[in-house]
T-cell receptor, first 114, second 110 residues
Framework: DTGVSQNPRHKITKRGQNVTFRCDPI?????LYWYRQTLGQGPEFLTYFQNEAQLEKSRLLSDRFSAERPKGSFSTLEIQRTEQGDSAMYLC????????????FGPGTRLTVT | QQQVKQSPQSLIVQKGGISIINCAYE??????FPWYQQFPGKGPALLIAIRPDVSEKKEGRFTISFNKSAKQFSLHIMDSQPGDSATYFC?????????FGAGTILRVKS
C-alpha cells in the first residue's frame, strides 16, 4: 500500500506531556498538510508544507504546536504541554504540486489527553 | 466567508434509493470542490471533485451537481447501498487548504 501513513494510530497522554506524531506522505507528493478533526466535525486546516518549506499556518496552531518536514519527505507534528482541548484526531494529507490539489489523507492519529 | 455549510446533518435512505447531500459557500475565490467519504476510525477518502467551470460530474454511482451562480453544490449517490453508510464531507479549496463542511452521516437501510 503506497498511501499516506501515520504513526502512532492512537496516543493517550497526560495533561502537560509532550507528544510527537509522524506522517509519511505518498512518495511522489511534494505537498503535505496537517488537519485536526474533533468529534462530529469536519477536519480543520493546521499547516502545510511544500517540500521542506512550511508555507502556511492556521491561527489554530498555537505556539505549543510545531511541525517540521526536514528533508521534504516525512513530517512530524509536536504538541508541547498538552491540554485536554488538544484531544482530537490529527490527520495528515499529501498532494502533488498541480492545479488539481487532490489531497489524500492518512488514517490519522487519535490523541486523548487525560 | 471561508465557511462551507452542509446539510442535512444526517440522512436515512432505503437501499436502492438516491442520497442527496447539499453544500453552500460564500467565498467566490474557492476554485475546487471535492467530496470525501469517511468511515469510523479512518481518514477521509477522496470520492469525487469538480471545478466551478463544470456544472456536473459523474463517476459511477456518484454525481456532483454544481450551481456557480447560486454558490451551491450537491452530491447524489444513486442506487444507495448499505456499504455507502458513512459520513460525507463537502469541501472547497481556499489557497492550498481545504475548508470542510460539518459532515452528513448517511445510513442506508437494507
Amino acid at each position: 500500500d503506497t498511501g499516506v501513513s501515520q504513526n502512532p494510530r492512537h496516543k493517550i497522554t497526560k495533561r502537560g506531556q509532550n507528544v510527537t506524531f509522524r506522517c509519511d506522505p505518498i512518495s511522489e507528493h511534494n505537498r503535505l498538510y496537517w488537519y485536526r478533526q474533533t468529534l462530529g466535525q469536519g477536519p480543520e486546516f493546521l499547516t502545510y508544507f511544500q517540500n521542506e518549506a512550511q508555507l502556511e499556518k492556521s491561527r489554530l496552531l498555537s505556539d505549543r504546536f510545531s511541525a517540521e518536514r526536514p528533508k521534504g519527505s516525512f513530517s512530524t507534528l509536536e504538541i508541547q504541554r498538552t491540554e485536554q482541548g488538544d484531544s482530537a484526531m490529527y490527520l495528515c494529507a499529501s498532494s502533488l504540486e498541480t492545479g488539481r490539489n487532490e489531497q489524500y489523507f492518512g488514517p490519522g492519529t487519535r490523541l486523548t489527553v487525560t | 466567508q471561508q465557511q462551507v455549510k452542509q446539510s442535512p446533518q444526517s440522512l436515512i435512505v432505503q437501499k436502492g434509493g438516491i442520497s442527496i447531500i447539499n453544500c453552500a459557500y460564500e467565498n467566490t475565490a474557492f476554485d475546487y470542490f471535492p467530496w470525501y467519504q469517511q468511515f469510523p476510525g479512518k481518514g477521509p477518502a477522496l470520492l469525487i471533485a469538480i471545478r466551478p467551470d463544470v456544472s456536473e460530474k459523474k463517476e459511477g454511482r456518484f454525481t456532483i451537481s454544481f450551481n456557480k451562480s447560486a454558490k451551491q453544490f450537491s452530491l447524489h449517490i444513486m442506487d444507495s447501498q448499505p456499504g455507502d453508510s458513512a459520513t460525507y464531507f463537502c469541501a472547497a479549496t481556499y489557497g492550498n487548504k481545504l475548508v470542510f463542511g460539518a459532515g452528513t452521516i448517511l445510513r442506508v437501510k437494507s
